[in-house]
Every structure is written in structure tokens, then in C-alpha cells.
Nanobody, 122 residues
Framework: VQLQASGGGLVQAGDSLRLSCAASGRTLSRYSMGWFRQAPGKDREFVGVISWTFGATKYADSVKGRFTMSRDSAKNTVYLQMNSLKPEDTAVYYC????????????????WGQGTLVTVSS
């Protein structure tokens, strides 16, 4: 599976941004697609995950109610809609694929995209 993340940028606090993750390669129905992020000087952390087949989702508490994941099967693309952005959301965001259901653990993810930078100014 090859993953290509895009959509990052510089926004102000309270703004919205949508990240995209285009997937290609193996049959995606076996996978769940996750988003992780890594802020400068911090460990990579789980953001959200969506089941490709059923559309079930799980989110980190820090983004619940603000971030929403969706997928477009026709485009083989997963989206992360980020609303009410905060400066603490500043990070490089990575999309990844796992066959371990709605896993929140990065070590369960087999494939990773290259990351896209989101910067939220106060």
C-alpha cells in the first residue's frame, strides 16, 4: 500500500483544514486508515482511525468533537477534517494503514505516508 498525505498548511487558531490521504496498491478493504501526528520534541501520537469497509471511527480524546475522518472509496482517499484548530494541534500529520482494526498503536500500522505539516498560529 502506498500512501500520499496532503493538505497541510499554516492556519490561525479556530480555523479549519482538511487533510487527504490517497492510497494505492493492495485491496484497501482489508485495512483501516489512521492519522497520527508528531509535534516538535514530542512522541508521535494517535489522532484517529477509520475502517475502510464499515466506516467505523475512533478518535483521540484531544480531537474528539473537532476532527472527523471520512473516506471516498471511488477515489481511494481518506480525509481528516479538522475544525476549531488550536496551536497545540501543530504537528506533522501522518496517514497510515493497518489490518488490526481500529488500532490506536502506531506499531500496528504497516504502511505510512510521508507526512504533511500543519501549523496553527495563535
Amino acid at each position: 500500500v502506498q500512501l500520499q498525505a496532503s493538505g497541510g498548511g499554516l492556519v490561525q487558531a479556530g480555523d479549519s483544514l482538511r487533510l487527504s490521504c490517497a492510497a494505492s496498491g493492495r485491496t484497501l478493504s482489508r485495512y483501516s486508515m489512521g492519522w497520527f501526528r508528531q509535534a516538535p520534541g514530542k512522541d508521535r501520537e494517535f489522532v484517529g482511525v477509520i475502517s475502510w469497509t464499515f466506516g467505523a471511527t475512533k478518535y483521540a480524546d484531544s480531537v474528539k468533537g473537532r476532527f472527523t475522518m471520512s473516506r471516498d472509496s471511488a477515489k481511494n482517499t481518506v480525509y481528516l477534517q479538522m475544525n476549531s484548530l488550536k496551536p497545540e494541534d501543530t504537528a506533522v500529520y501522518y496517514c497510515a494503514a493497518t489490518q488490526r482494526g481500529l488500532s490506536t498503536a502506531d506499531y500496528n500500522y504497516e504502511y505510512w505516508g510521508q507526512g504533511t505539516l500543519v501549523t496553527v498560529s495563535s
